[in-house]
Nanobody, 125 residues
């Protein structure tokens, strides 16, 4: 069974850090770009960061650039999103998604092939 499973969400104070993981089962991430999306209540789903497969190129939305870092470990079939200096506006459900591609990644949710179930991140004092 093909699955993406996110973990690592939770409640954190402003300025704190969380580490989200996206683990794949039933398929290998070697040929997939991975994107992290988030969706806050009443808002559209937005791309946060993505990483390609072939050369590991990565991209960040302006809202998280300099605070979030995406990385992948193909041996563990996992992609990690390290989130530092968290702000209340980062509160959302975070999803990882897979795009069949070697040398590009995308922030367009309509292009994703597989989705995880999401993990809640709440930034509050």
């Amino acid at each position: 069974q093909v699955q993406l499973v996110e973990s690592g969400g939770g409640l954190v104070q402003p300025g704190g850090s969380l580490r989200l993981s996206c683990a794949a089962s039933g398929f290998t991430l070697d040929f997939y770009a991975i994107t992290w999306f988030r969706q806050a209540p009443g808002k559209e789903r937005e791309g946060v960061s993505c990483i390609s497969s072939g050369d590991g190129s990565n991209y960040y939305s302006d809202s998280v650039k300099g605070r979030f870092t995406i990385s992948r470990d193909n041996a563990k079939n996992t992609v990690v999103l390290q989130m530092n200096s968290l702000k209340p506006e980062d509160t959302a459900v975070y999803y990882c998604a897979a795009l069949t591609s070697l040398y590009e990644c995308s922030m367009n949710p309509g292009r994703m092939r597989y989705w995880g179930q999401g993990t809640q991140v709440t930034v509050s004092s």
